[in-house]
């Protein structure tokens, strides 16, 4: 699959015309990471925005269990959706870690590059930030409804 | 005979009176008492009980990880569904068909 079918059906740069999808696919370079390769750790600085090609990556977050740090899956990713969204949005810090679940094939794009671009070109910059805004919302709903579950959890036990 | 019968019923009907007049006091010491207090002076949790009593097998590491996961991808599922999602990507991991 090319750079351009891939960003055609990703979440990120969807509603672009041929044309804008062009400009991204110029910036964007190729990375291949094995199963189980890290990919980027939460807490780093987002230097690169991916978007998923082929194959699976899990979103995780470190957890003591027992004494011992583990990483715990949030969330599976599959083609067409993206990793690093940080990079778009200061502090430009990580929110989770990602590693391949199967080998992964992935477009990522330079932080400086792909905001310059934006910059340069509000036209693309409003539909990538649109749906950005989307991409964000939806993890935001997603905590807010698991977190309001764990609260009624610890209640429900304490206040028995 | 009916001399015996009487002071039966008597002490039984003391014992009766006993119990209700105690079960009372207990039940107003209860109610008197900050809702605090109850909570803070609540009955541990049985120890021969759950997974903490003596003879509960030990989780490793890997099981508790895996049960982590389990139930996150589980709330994610529902979560998708009460917020009306039908992306595949919505979808949760472990259910997906």
């Given at each position: 699959?090319?750079?351009?079918?891939?960003?055609?059906?990703?979440?990120?740069?969807?509603?672009?015309?041929?044309?804008?999808?062009?400009?991204?696919?110029?910036?964007?370079?190729?990375?291949?990471?094995?199963a189980g390769?890290?990919?980027?750790?939460?807490?780093?600085?987002a230097e690169a925005l991916y978007v998923i090609r082929r194959g699976r990556?899990?979103?995780?977050?470190?957890?003591?269990?027992?004494?011992?740090?583990?990483?715990?899956?949030?969330?599976?990713?599959e083609a067409g959706r993206t990793l690093a969204w940080s990079a778009l949005v200061p502090p430009h810090r990580l929110t989770l870690s990602a590693s391949a679940t199967t080998d992964l094939e992935l477009l990522v794009?330079?932080?400086?590059r792909i905001l310059a671009l934006l910059d340069e070109q509000p036209p693309i910059g409003q539909v990538v930030m649109?749906?950005?805004?989307?991409?964000?919302?939806?993890?935001?709903?997603?905590l807010l409804a698991l977190w309001v579950r764990e609260v009624q959890r610890n209640?429900?036990?304490?206040y028995r | 005979m009916w001399l015996t019968m009487m002071i039966a019923a008597i002490l039984f009907a003391g014992m009766l009176a006993a119990l209700h007049f105690g079960y009372r006091?207990?039940?107003?010491?209860?109610?008197?008492?900050?809702?605090?207090?109850?909570?803070?002076?609540?009955?541990?949790?049985?120890?021969?009980?759950?997974?903490?009593?003596?003879?509960?097998?030990?989780?490793?590491?890997?099981?508790?990880?895996f049960e982590v996961e389990h139930?996150?991808?589980?709330?994610?599922?529902?979560?998708?569904h009460l917020l009306g999602w039908t992306a595949p990507e919505n979808a949760s991991r472990l259910y997906r068909v």
């Open positions: 699959m090319s750079a351009l079918e891939t960003l055609k059906n990703a979440e990120l740069f969807g509603g672009l015309s041929e044309e804008q999808r062009r400009a991204v696919a110029a910036l964007a370079g190729e990375r291949r990471a094995a390769e890290t990919l980027f750790r939460l807490g780093e600085s990556a899990d979103l995780t977050f470190p957890l003591q269990v027992m004494g011992e740090t583990r990483e715990v899956r949030f969330q599976s990713l794009m330079e932080r400086r649109s749906n950005l805004a989307g991409v964000v919302a939806a993890r935001f709903h997603e209640v429900s036990q304490t | 006091e207990a039940e107003k010491e209860r109610a008197e008492r900050p809702a605090a207090d109850a909570i803070r002076e609540a009955p541990p949790v049985n120890p021969w009980l759950g997974p903490q009593s003596p003879w509960a097998r030990r989780r490793t590491v890997e099981e508790v990880v139930r996150i991808d589980a709330d994610l599922q529902e979560v998708a």
